[in-house]
């Protein structure tokens, strides 16, 4: 297992067990295979490795007999120098095996900060960068995840793109690619024939002088996301991949349900992933122990966009805590909605091991929380947080935003005198020492990160806050919160916000730009050490563009946006009515329980019959 060959780069590099494959459950070379293919994260191993969608799809295709799938990763900029001085080309995990040989290469765009990562990895593999430019012999690139609702910016250098879950198509795609009989062309019509999958080669683009969208053709063609309306049907890895060394998630995962009904207006994750879908609380009973069995893990994470929605919550935390407990393995519910939280599911939580906590109110002041429709109260808000203290947690994580349309000064100031009220519910002032006495104080962490425009939400048409603007917000926030002991401020490069909110919402020009930052040494801007925003504006003046026009204008209700022909379900009527009830701070009620919001999915949402439960 692994790459012999690259077994005498690894002494001079950091954490080479990123590179040395032989995972417990990685599946070994078959024989006799009619079809081979790589998925690749175009991020490091421990970041790739916690990417559950990757791991579905990796085992899925491997449950087929005649098909075999093999991994690959973006190296460490160590590995990266020993590779290129070396000679050698970016290879899988399982065989060894250069990418370039390999038929069907799919990569998980997680978030927009890889695109260049992309590329290095295309240079890594000696494939040429241009769709229009590979030959015959050349791997056919699929791209995936949430970029691909817009993956315009990226156009010229993918052959194809998979709008919504990847399990639907990823087999047929895997058989059509190494379909032998068929010329590379004739094999990418056919799998461009498949529901879900863009060639945006078949698509042309016309702007005006401003840069706006004036004419794509075809016209009339849209591509509509695949996804699954059962997912007690939908394939989960029992006996998922074990890393050999600790990655940024380690823990078994299991996913309870897929999709989010509550429609925070700048989330695009809830608008891409609808409608909400579960799995029965027996089939996720059956799941944990095999997970748990199979893996050896500590503990198991119950994975949702959040978890309380599952209609069964309660009772599944109970059972599996019940069976869980005795060998000494905690549960996790690392996404939770602060509204949603009981006191009874806490305790249930509590009679585990302490495992994290993140809570995300995302904004201070209930004006600002009702224009994003968080639906949350401070008083909610409250009592979530007490839920926790009082069933022994004594530190949690809590997400904010700057920069969220209509936001202004005093809305920060909210997020200050928020925290301070959360502190003090975990050290009250009046608690005597003696028994009862806390062990030490409870802490919070204040995570903040600056608003992004995202395609296919409410918000995909509203300008982005300049950067004075947010430096000295955050400068609120410093100001109110740092002498705090009890609080730990962090916050994200807002400078690489911007570059993310221009990529997020941008169109086939900028894949220039993307090339020009790449020559410039553009690899691994995620990691805000190697992110610089001077080679981003240089590359748009050398392009005549301007990263201005991207995040700070305002787009037209009627304009064409360079994502319309891709279909995520929602409706743009949908959307345009919700950026309405933005502007007029009102809020959007869930919809289970509650009356059919006509987001766009009408008889074919599941969601209904979940809220009858």
């Not at 990562?117 to 050349?138: G, K, M, W």
């Not at 009046?430 to 600056?450: E, H, L, M, Y």
């Not at 004075?468 to 109110?480: E, F, H, P, S």
């Not at 009527?573 to 809020?587: G, P, R």
Request: charged share 30%.
């Amino acid at each position: 297992m692994g790459d012999r060959r690259l077994e005498k780069l690894f002494m001079g590099v950091e954490r080479p067990a990123r590179y040395a494959g032989g995972e417990l459950h990685s599946v070994r070379p078959k024989e006799n295979i009619k079809g081979r293919m790589a998925l690749v994260f175009p991020d490091t191993y421990e970041i790739g490795m916690s990417h559950v969608g990757m791991r579905i799809l990796y085992h899925l295709v491997n449950e087929e007999k005649d098909l075999y799938c093999e991994r690959a990763f973006h190296p460490w900029v160590d590995m990266e120098q020993a590779l290129r001085e070396h000679g050698e080309l970016l290879s899988t995990l399982e065989t060894g095996t250069p990418l370039k040989e390999i038929p069907l290469i799919g990569f998980s765009l997680a978030y927009e900060m890889l695109y260049n990562n992309f590329l290095n990895v295309l240079s890594l593999s000696h494939i040429p960068f241009l769709a229009a430019e590979r030959q015959e012999d050349v791997p056919i690139i699929v791209v995936g995840g949430p970029c691909a609702f817009n993956p315009e910016p990226i156009a010229p250098y993918i052959d194809l793109a998979v709008i919504g879950e990847g399990e639907m198509v990823i087999v047929d795609l895997c058989r059509l690619a190494n379909d032998k009989s068929k010329t590379r062309a004739e094999r990418l019509k056919a799998m461009a024939a498949l529901p879900g999958v863009y060639r945006p080669a078949e698509f042309t683009v016309e702007y005006d002088e401003n840069g706006r969208v004036t004419k794509r053709t075809p016209e009339d063609k849209t591509i509509e996301k695949v996804w699954s309306k059962d997912l007690n049907k939908s394939y989960f890895p029992c006996h998922p991949l074990v890393p050999n060394s600790e990655i940024v998630h380690d823990r078994a995962n299991l996913e309870i349900h897929r999709g989010c009904i509550h429609g925070c207006r700048f989330c695009q994750a809830g608008y891409i992933y609808r409608p909400l879908r579960t799995r029965s609380k027996e089939e996720l009973l059956k799941m944990s122990r095999e997970i748990i069995n199979s893996t050896g893990y500590e503990e198991i994470g119950l994975v949702s966009l959040n978890s309380i929605d599952h209609p069964d919550i309660i009772d599944l935390v109970t059972d599996l805590n019940r069976e869980l407990n005795p060998r000494r393995i905690s549960i996790g519910l690392p996404s939770l909605r602060m509204d949603s939280i009981s006191f009874e599911l806490t305790e249930r939580l509590g009679r585990t091991k302490k495992t994290n906590v993140t809570l995300a109110p995302e904004a201070g002041s209930q004006r600002l929380r009702d224009i994003i429709n968080k639906n949350l109260t401070e008083k909610q808000i409250i009592e979530s947080v007490d839920a926790f203290i009082s069933a022994g947690w004594q530190s949690m994580k809590l997400y904010f935003m700057l920069g969220l349309p209509g936001e202004k000064d005093e809305d920060v100031e909210a997020i200050v005198e928020l925290v301070k009220k959360i502190i003090s519910r975990g050290n009250p002032k009046d608690k005597k020492k003696g028994k009862g006495q806390r062990s030490r104080p409870f802490k919070v962490t204040v995570n903040v990160s600056s608003f992004v425009a995202k395609s296919h939400t409410p918000f995909q048409w509203v300008p982005m806050t300049s950067l004075k603007v947010l430096r000295d917000r955050m400068n609120i926030l410093i100001t109110g919160l740092s002498r705090n002991k009890k609080v730990s401020l962090k916050w994200r490069d807002f400078e690489l916000g911007m570059v993310e909110g221009m990529l997020a919402r941008g169109d086939r020009r900028l894949a220039k730009v993307l090339k020009r930052v790449y020559d410039a040494g553009g690899v691994m801007e995620s990691w805000s050490s190697h992110f610089d925003y001077q080679r981003w504006l240089d590359a748009l003046e050398a392009e005549d563009l301007k990263i201005e026009d991207y995040v700070y204008r305002e787009r037209e209700l009627d304009e064409i946006l360079p994502w319309d022909h891709i279909s995520c379900g929602v409706s743009r009527k949908f959307l345009a009515a919700e950026l309405a009830k933005a502007k007029e701070e009102s809020c959007t009620k869930d919809c289970v329980g509650n009356d059919c919001t006509g987001c766009g999915f009408g008889a074919d949402c599941p969601t209904k019959e979940i809220g009858q439960k």
